[in-house]
């Protein structure tokens, strides 16, 4: 349809929000399923490039240009203008930069209060739960997200919420005073913590309120790869995986171990020189102990050499992620240049079985694909609605290649290399946040997600090729 003006008043600082779950950000002036760039949440605001509404099909209200490309229906999702509760509780429960935008805690079985509970609704919705503080055993499928699960307090930081302050919401019209339950083993991604009524409580993202103490805080990962972009480091390099292992020393024709092991998910450089002793192989690596190699025996390394052909499907200069399913390693590369390298941790189900369903088997699919959507934070569940009965609350750094299948951050264990996962690309929480940004197409500053291939308009999509 021809473009008609439907308000003439241009400020392009203006911006709309989003207080609906998902806003889209259409290609066209159309609302049509699947047919979007990318999403801003709820609580979110985008810039519009100018005021002027435009007329499209299957909106009535027209359609927001928005900042940097697209357009958005003036619909139910969004407004000028959000009541001063909601922004201040949108301003309260954003993420903040960096590789773990929220706090993260795993639940113990927790209600999801809409406004600050008094101490007799506590008792009332709390009384079979068991005594706070106190912590139920996970069930086998679950223990792995425990792994990095503290017993910790966590400590208010913050004064109470203006918006909870004298009993109110920050929801318009909350349907109860319990908007849902945090299931057993589900984790919950939180903004702020205060005490009220004699207790600690944390805001999540969702704009509920949970009781600190019956959940457990998450300690942070330090695991991180190693950028190759700066010439430090230059593949062949070996990681440890799993545990730790052995150095060695040469000592006349014959090799032995020193006091000291290669820490377990660390590398080291290799000259590719190897060395044959009683038909074991050691390769010589790049460090030194008294201007002397020191030597990796070759079956405690996983090896990652730089490859050497360009996979099908991948253009000259495209950005491209190479991941081996048996050696739990991601390297990035441009071309044929290497410029990131680290452990991942695939699919428990190990190497997937050709006819076999990938999801039911927790297999990491093999195979080349692209990017088709990247997320700053996804909740991620097997299941779809409320009453779910397992999930995990704005996993950071989410990109789709297959979906369901995905890489994103992984806060809840640091097992990288070994087989894990439920069928995703766990990767560590910083290594997530620096692939996210490396990656292509980039998402703009105000979005929340954008999608990949299939939009030419976010540009060039990075290609994902999972091998084993």
């Not at 099909?57 to 940097?68: D, K, L, N, S, T």
């Not at 998450?218 to 150095?247: C, H, Q």
């Not at 297999?363 to 088709?372: D, E, K, N, Q, V």
Request: charged share 25%; hydrophobic share 35%; aromatic share 8%.
């Amino acid at each position: 349809p021809a473009i008609a003006s439907i308000e003439t008043q241009k400020s392009p600082q203006k911006r709309i929000y989003s207080v609906g779950q998902t806003t889209w950000i259409r290609k066209k002036l159309e609302v049509k399923a699947g047919d979007f760039l990318g999403y801003v949440r709820t609580g979110s605001s985008v810039p519009l490039r100018s005021e002027v509404r435009l007329r499209g099909q299957g909106c009535a209200g027209g359609f927001y240009q928005v900042e940097p490309r697209g357009y958005v229906c003036a619909d139910r999702t969004v407004s000028e203008a959000p009541r001063e509760g909601f922004r201040e509780a949108a301003l309260a429960t954003q993420g903040v930069p960096g590789p773990r935008p929220y706090g993260y805690a795993l639940s113990n079985h927790t209600p999801m209060y809409n406004r600050i509970p008094t101490e007799r609704e506590q008792e009332r919705y709390e009384k079979l739960l068991g005594k706070p503080g106190t912590h139920m055993k996970m069930p086998k499928t679950l223990q792995s997200h425990e792994e990095l699960a503290t017993g910790d307090t966590i400590a208010a930081n913050s004064e109470v919420p203006t918006f909870l302050l004298n009993g109110k919401s920050p929801k318009e019209d909350p349907y109860d005073l319990v908007e849902q339950t945090l299931p057993l083993g589900a984790m919950v991604s939180y903004s702020k913590a205060f005490e009220a009524n004699g207790r600690t409580w944390l805001l999540s993202s969702d704009h509920t309120i949970v009781p600190a103490d019956r959940v457990r805080p998450f300690r942070a990962s330090n695991f991180r790869g190693v950028d190759l972009a700066k010439g430090d480091v230059k593949l062949p390099i070996a990681w440890m995986r799993v545990t730790e292992r052995p150095k060695y020393r040469k000592v006349g024709t014959g090799v032995e171990k020193t006091a000291d092991a290669f820490p377990v998910r660390s590398f080291v450089g290799l000259t590719g020189t190897k060395l044959e002793v009683s038909g074991a192989v050691y390769l010589e690596t790049r460090q030194r102990e008294k201007d002397a190699p020191l030597y990796l025996k070759e079956s405690d390394a996983t090896v990652v050499e730089a490859e050497t052909k360009i996979p099908m499907g991948v253009k000259e200069g495209q950005k491209w992620l190479h991941i081996r399913l048996t050696q739990g390693t991601l390297v990035a590369y441009k071309g044929l240049t290497p410029e990131y390298a680290t452990l991942v941790s695939p699919g428990a189900g190990g190497v997937p079985v050709k006819g076999r369903d990938a999801i039911k088997d927790s297999t990491t699919p093999l195979g080349a694909y692209s990017i088709t959507f990247k997320d700053k934070a996804a909740t991620m569940s097997p299941e779809k609605g409320k009453n779910r009965s397992f999930w995990i609350q704005d996993v950071p750094h989410t990109q789709y290649f297959d979906p369901p299948f995905a890489l994103h951050a992984s806060f809840w264990h640091e097992r990288f290399g070994e087989y894990v996962s439920a069928g995703c690309v766990n990767l560590s929480p910083t290594d997530a946040e620096i692939l996210f940004g490396w990656t292509d197409p980039p998402v703009p500053a105000e979005w929340q997600g954008a999608t990949g291939a299939g939009a030419s308009e976010n540009g060039p999509s990075t290609i994902v090729v999972v091998r084993r």
